[in-house]
């Protein structure tokens, strides 16, 4: 998450750092991350568990009280997930899939799909034109 106030002197500022820092990994990550260093503040993990804090620092993550998790590397996608990827068979990690799967798939949760069905354009537009119908794509898992 990044909120910032938009200003020329902090974009030319940023775009001279940018011309003298080396590169590194997470390239635009990074040099934000050193950039606001003295500004940042971060939320707690509970609204952003970037899940290795999972497996590096356990001790520090409620994984029963947690929003949002940041599944970031491609080896902890939850719909990827067979038990067998690495540090991905602890039980708080199983509890979280379980928890994202079961949110996938809840059909009320289908915004895209009720979104359209409940569309007055929509709805116009089959009684016009008979066969006209919206039809879901296949599902990512």
């Not at 775009?15 to 707690?44: C, G, H, W």
């Not at 991905?88 to 949760?109: A, F, H, Q």
């Amino acid at each position: 998450m990044f909120v910032f106030k938009p200003s020329f002197s902090t974009y030319n500022d940023l775009l001279r750092t940018l011309r003298v820092t080396p590169s590194t990994s997470f390239a635009e990550q990074d040099l934000l991350n050193m950039f606001f260093k003295d500004i940042y503040k971060p939320i707690p993990n509970k609204y952003n568990l970037v899940l290795a804090m999972l497996w590096r620092h356990p001790e520090n993550v409620q994984a029963d009280k947690v929003k949002v998790i940041h599944y970031y590397a491609a080896e902890s996608k939850p719909w990827r997930y067979t038990e067998e990827e690495e540090n991905m068979d602890r039980e708080d990690i199983k509890m979280l899939v379980k928890n994202w799967t079961d949110i996938y798939s809840d059909d009320s949760l289908d915004y895209i799909s009720n979104a359209i069905t409940n569309s007055k354009f929509m709805k116009a537009l089959i009684k016009a034109y008979e066969g006209v119908c919206y039809i879901l794509g296949p599902s990512a898992t």
